[in-house]
Structures are given as structure tokens and as C-alpha cells.
Nanobody, 122 residues
């Protein structure tokens, strides 16, 4: 089993920055990729950024490309999401999610964190 714990959310003014982290524990050797999602009130959850662990660069949604940067620290089994130039529309609960190697082709994520709130004031 794998546990994901997000941290780093908070309240920031428009134009500011926040850095989110997601720490994985447990059977981390099973993890294939880790992605960030977000869900704003009244909206569906949407993909933000993701990467294959040890596999190279991250991918981003168009809405955050150029402003957000995702990175990994393999030794610490942690991924981070550096969020710059934040706007009120970035306000949401941000979730970390992961898939196992043997289900990497599935659309279903095996593990989810509890989420961390990001609020951007105008």
C-alpha cells in the first residue's frame, strides 16, 4: 500500500507563488507516475501536471503551462509543484495521485492524497 500526503497549500494574493509537495510512503517502488489534480468549488476535478517517476520531464495542462513547474526528488519519494503567477482561477483543492506499474495504462489512479487548499485572492 502507498500513502500520499500533500502539503504547502495556503492563501496568497494574485501574482504570488506557492510550492506544493506530495510525499509518498509505503511501497513506493510500486509507483509508476505521480500527477497533480485540482478541483474548484462546483467544478469537475482537472489534471494539472504529471510525470513518470525517473522518466524525464513533466506534462502540464494548458491552463498552467509556463506558470507551474513539477519536479521530483526520487531519494525522498516526493514530488513538488511550484506555482508562480497565481490567479484567482487557480483557487482549488489540489490533490496528488499515483498509479502502480501494473495498472499504468488504466485511467484509474490507485492512490490519492487528502488534498491541500490553495486560495488566491484578487
Amino acid at each position: 500500500q502507498v500513502q500520499l500526503v500533500e502539503s504547502g497549500g495556503g492563501l496568497v494574493q494574485a501574482g504570488g507563488s506557492l510550492r506544493l509537495s506530495c510525499a509518498a510512503s509505503g511501497r513506493t517502488s510500486n509507483i509508476y507516475n505521480m500527477d497533480w489534480f485540482r478541483q474548484a468549488p462546483g467544478k469537475e476535478r482537472e489534471f494539472v501536471a504529471g510525470l513518470i517517476l525517473g522518466g524525464g520531464g513533466a506534462s502540464y495542462s494548458d491552463s498552467v503551462k509556463g506558470r507551474f513547474t513539477m519536479s521530483e526528488d526520487n531519494a525522498k519519494h516526493t514530488v513538488a509543484l511550484q506555482m508562480n503567477s497565481l490567479q484567482p482561477e487557480d483557487t482549488a483543492v489540489y490533490y496528488c495521485a499515483a498509479k502502480k506499474f501494473d495498472t499504468r495504462w488504466s485511467d484509474t489512479y490507485n492512490y490519492w492524497g487528502q488534498g491541500t487548499q490553495v486560495t488566491v485572492s484578487s
